[in-house]
């Protein structure tokens, strides 16, 4: 795995962890770094195969 592409991995995981624990999908995103909403969640869909907002909090 290249990198960069680690790297974004790294990030999307940390912001499905926050999102468990209770963060909105675009606060998760700002947190970990993405500051367009819109990317980030196209990115964690391609991620994880589906929304943030599709994460359930535990």
């Known amino acids: 795995m290249p990198p960069l ?3 974004k991995a ?3 995981n940390r912001a499905q ?3 468990r624990e209770g963060k909105n999908a ?3 995103g ?3 770094g993405y500051n367009i ?3 980030f969640s196209r990115e964690y869909k ?3 195969g589906y929304a943030p907002s ?3 909090a535990a």
């Open 46 to 48: 391609r991620h994880f």
């Open 17 to 19: 962890t926050l999102t």
């Open 26 to 28: 675009s606060e998760a």
């Open 10 to 12: 790294i990030q999307l």
């Open 30 to 32: 700002y947190l970990v």
């Open 54 to 56: 599709a994460t359930i």
């Open 5 to 7: 592409q680690y790297a």
């Open 37 to 39: 909403p819109a990317q």
